[in-house]
């Protein structure tokens, strides 16, 4: 699915780059892809950042629940192991 959204990504830029509006290029998108196209917000957020000058293709991360990583070690008076919690 990922890959499919950065290729859609680039059609995008492709559409933004030939002077197409994001309403346009939705609809491009919603005609090739059908219910897998972008939501016509997602292609008017993307037009933005080109419009900002980063016509990075990447996606950035997203604040969300942060990943749990279990410590195996064992400790050297029997505890229990440990949780440590990264923001991703």
């Known amino acids: 699915m990922e890959d499919l959204?950065?290729?859609?990504?680039v059609c995008l830029w492709y559409d933004y780059k030939q002077d197409k509006t994001a309403a346009e290029s939705h609809?491009?998108?919603?005609?090739?892809?059908?219910d897998e196209a972008l939501s016509e917000t997602q292609c008017k957020r993307w037009y933005r950042r080109f419009?900002?000058?980063?016509?990075?293709?990447?996606?950035?991360?997203?604040q969300g629940r942060p990943e749990l990583l279990q410590n195996d070690h064992p400790t050297r008076n029997g505890d229990?192991?440990?949780?440590?919690?990264l923001n991703s």
């Open 5 to 9: 959204k950065y290729r859609m990504r």
């Open 27 to 34: 609809r491009d998108l919603l005609r090739v892809f059908g």
């Open 51 to 62: 419009k900002e000058g980063d016509e990075s293709l990447e996606d950035e991360p997203r």
């Open 80 to 85: 229990l192991p440990f949780l440590v919690v």
